[in-house]
């Protein structure tokens, strides 16, 4: 039982990370309908930055805030250069922009750190709580409910209030928000940066437990993209399900089976039940059921 318990605790910790990367991408596809391959970037830049300050002397405190601040600010600007002018493009070339600016992003950080592994202290000491010989330390129950708390705020922010409709108008039809008197390209800006904040937020609280290299930003991009995509990429709640549900997926394959098929027998799961669902519709010679 203790290692069933402890399972679950890493696979919560690693779903709430790739929960804010996949609201990230959520949030971004709301206001633009551009799939950012690039939101796990915001966690690289972040962490990588604040690890740094730190170890050049800078408070904690300082750092982190800088590490945030470069990673909404980055976002934003992000949005502002690399794709706003580029609106009336492909998806498909849209997307190689993304993938474009990650590599480039990893290209700088590797130029900058090379090989190494950063760390910063964490938010929260103490000792770790135990269940049943599963051990959770704070930090990891910090980050849990960080995610529940800021994915409840973000639903609650969409459904209530005018921002929140205003971003999601602009997402429908930007050409009809603009007539309507909605800036629609503050709204896109807004919505890269809040997505930035996420993957600071978790940078911040993870870093400290696991360190961060200059290449993790795909990887967890590749997670958070499969979270969004189950969410149909529009609900930050679905997203934050899909990727809990991803992680314990994974860490149950990894424990009990292998860990070398985790990943693959987890994301092939998850393909064949998207295949079914975008299928539910349709019969195998293409017509569509009444």
């Known amino acids: 039982m203790a290692l069933l318990i402890q399972t679950v605790f890493s696979s ?16 971004c596809y709301r206001s633009s309908r551009i799939v950012n391959l690039a939101q796990g970037e915001t966690y690289m830049v ?3 930055l604040t690890a740094k300050l730190f170890g050049w002397g800078v408070p904690l405190w300082l750092a982190a805030l800088a590490g945030v601040a470069a990673a909404v600010v980055g976002s934003a600007v992000y949005e502002r250069l690399a794709l706003r002018s580029r609106m009336d493009w492909e998806p498909s070339r849209l997307i190689i922009v993304t993938v474009g600016v990650a590599v480039f992003a990893e290209g700088v950080a590797d130029f900058l750190i090379g090989g190494n592994q950063l760390v910063f202290p964490q938010v929260l000491g103490g000792g770790s709580v135990y269940v049943d010989g ?5 930090q990891e129950l910090l980050l849990i409910g960080v995610t529940l708390a800021l994915v409840a705020l973000i639903v609650v922010f969409f459904r209530s209030t ?3 409709h205003a971003m ?3 997402a429908e039809n930007p050409k009809v928000s603009g007539l ?3 800036n629609a390209g503050l709204m896109r800006t807004l919505s890269f940066a809040l997505a930035g904040l ?3 937020a978790a940078a911040l609280l993870v870093v400290p437990e696991v360190g961060i290299g200059y290449d993790v930003g795909l990887p967890l991009t590749l997670n958070g993209f499969a979270a969004a995509a189950f969410a149909n990429m529009v609900s930050p709640a679905r997203a934050l399900i899909a990727a809990m549900f991803l992680a314990i997926g994974e860490g149950l394959v990894g424990t009990y089976v292998n860990t070398a098929l985790e990943t693959p027998l987890v994301f092939g799961v998850l393909l064949v039940i998207g295949v079914m ?7 195998f010679s293409g017509a569509v059921r009444a």
Do not use: C, K
């Open 12 to 27: 919560l910790v690693n779903g709430s990370v790739d929960a804010l990367i996949a609201v990230g991408i959520v949030l």
């Open 46 to 48: 972040s962490g990588v």
């Open 134 to 138: 599963a051990a959770i330390s704070p």
């Open 162 to 164: 005018l921002l929140g």
């Open 168 to 170: 999601t108008a602009v």
């Open 180 to 182: 309507l008197g909605i």
């Open 198 to 200: 996420l993957g600071a």
């Open 277 to 283: 669902y975008l299928g539910r519709g349709q019969r």
